[in-house]
């Protein structure tokens, strides 16, 4: 139960962090992965996008939403 709660809350810092790098791109870098800002919260909630395979920081998931 501990190691549950544990990987929920990496998953959500990890979400989180996602989040924000994606906001703080302008929108011609969002253009150039084939996503807009007002896409961000949609594509971050679908849960085969958050797989924890993608490296930390890295949007590989998403250019092939």
């Known amino acids: 139960m501990?190691?549950?709660?544990l990987n929920r809350l990496a998953e959500y810092r990890r979400q989180q962090r996602a989040l924000e790098e994606l906001y703080s791109l302008d929108?011609?870098?969002?253009a150039d992965i084939?996503?807009?800002?007002?896409?961000i919260p949609y594509l971050?909630?679908?849960?085969?996008?958050?797989?924890p395979a993608a490296p930390k920081g890295s949007f590989?998931?998403?250019r092939h939403a």
């Open 44 to 51: 971050m909630s679908r849960h085969d996008l958050a797989a």
């Open 27 to 30: 929108d011609r870098s969002l």
């Open 60 to 62: 590989k998931a998403l």
């Open 34 to 39: 084939g996503i807009t800002r007002s896409e």
């Open 2 to 5: 501990f190691r549950r709660m």
